[in-house]
């Protein structure tokens, strides 16, 4: 079965949270072809540095932040909109500066209004307003994270790292590196109202990254960058609250390392998915430069399953196909991208690998490009 995948590569220079310059070798936007574990680039569009995308496919819209310190002669990074036809071709429709410095996430709303942009640099949150085609109307809203936590140098201030919509509320979770915390905004209308008794802190040194949430919502799963660490919570509706309208929203039930005992290398954590029956878990580890993949139990708790190598350097960012059989993996420092098959029980065997100039973001097309 022929599927598409969006892909996004650095294609400059950036400074990084830890202190790296990387010099990306990218060429912006491709979709690719993907058949039978084997990967084709089909398409490609010169974007500067598109880190990371989404898409509405009900619209042909691809939006794409360009992660960097200024964009268009101002402080700030960018979005990029793209639209996009039924042979893959690609056209740029806008660009704008977000306000916030290297924005490195960009999440579509459930109902498709808004765009909500996490920026990395200086801990902030940036909404744009959509149309009812899927173009860009306006920037709507910035907000300014504030707050550090305890490690030295990734941790002096702010870092939102993605924004994530609970299923079934009008909630969404902006994960922050430098708080250690989990922070809650409520929106009506694309408008975002901060709601701090909704908040989830971790622990100190955490650096919390992203998380998904289980089908039915009950259960959300948090990787930490700088612990290494995937947090399971278990999910409270909001009925369940307190008189003063407090609440424990969300209960830690369990968490696991994502590295071997015995490792003692430098590592960070990148990215976490669940497969599309829910059955299993897999993150990512920058360093260790491995996936690894937990089998999820009846009550959420995640078991152990197996670690295998990522096929290169730096697995920045990874995908899992819609039919669950095969996982698409970014390694950024290699300049590669490593396809595993995954089998009923959780294996993964490594099946393809084709180079590629940074790759930093894939996101497959659910419904295919026609």
């Not at 420092?333 to 100039?357: C, L």
Request: hydrophobic share 30%; glycine share 10%; with cysteine.
């Amino acid at each position: 079965m022929k599927q598409y995948f969006v892909l996004g590569s650095y294609t400059e220079p950036i400074l990084f949270g830890t202190g790296e310059v990387f010099h990306g070798t990218g060429k912006g936007i491709s979709i690719c072809t993907f058949e039978d574990g084997k990967i084709e680039v089909n398409k490609e569009l010169p974007v500067r540095n598109p880190s990371f995308l989404c898409i509405s496919e009900a619209k042909k819209k691809i939006y794409a932040v360009n992660e960097m310190k200024e964009y268009q002669n101002l402080p700030g990074g960018g979005l990029t909109e793209i639209s996009y036809d039924a042979e893959g071709n690609m056209q740029i429709e806008g660009s704008w500066n977000v306000n916030g410095t290297d924005p490195c996430y960009v999440a579509l709303s459930p109902d498709e209004t808004f765009l909500s942009i996490a920026n990395f640099a200086n801990g902030s949150v940036t909404v744009f307003s959509l149309n009812e085609d899927g173009s860009v109307k306006e920037k709507s809203q910035y907000i300014g994270h504030h707050g550090s936590s305890v490690h030295p140098v990734r941790q002096k201030g702010p870092h939102a790292h993605s924004s994530i919509f609970a299923p079934g509320e009008d909630l969404m979770y902006v994960p922050d590196l430098g708080m250690d915390r989990v922070v809650a905004y409520r929106y009506e209308k694309g408008k975002l109202q901060y709601t701090p008794q909704e908040d989830v802190a971790v622990p100190a040194g955490s650096g919390p990254r992203y998380g998904e949430f289980s089908r039915d919502g009950k259960h959300f799963y948090l990787i930490n960058e700088i612990s290494s660490q995937v947090m399971h919570f278990q999910v409270h509706p909001k009925e369940q609250g307190n008189a003063d309208n407090s609440y424990d929203r969300m209960m830690v039930k369990d968490q696991v390392s994502t590295l071997p005992e015995d490792y003692k290398g430098d590592n960070i954590c990148s990215d976490l998915h669940l497969t599309p029956n829910g059955r299993y878990l897999l993150a990512s580890n920058r360093g260790h430069d491995s996936l690894v993949c937990y089998e999820i139990g009846q009550n959420g708790e995640l078991a152990f399953k197996e670690r295998i190598s990522s096929g290169g350097k730096t697995p920045r960012n990874f995908a899992i196909d819609p039919t669950g059989e095969y996982i698409v993996v970014g390694n950024q420092d290699s300049d590669n991208i490593t396809v595993f098959h995954m089998d009923e029980s959780g294996h993964m065997t490594q099946i393809s690998q084709i180079n590629t100039g940074s790759p930093v973001c894939i996101r497959f097309l659910k419904t295919g490009i026609k």
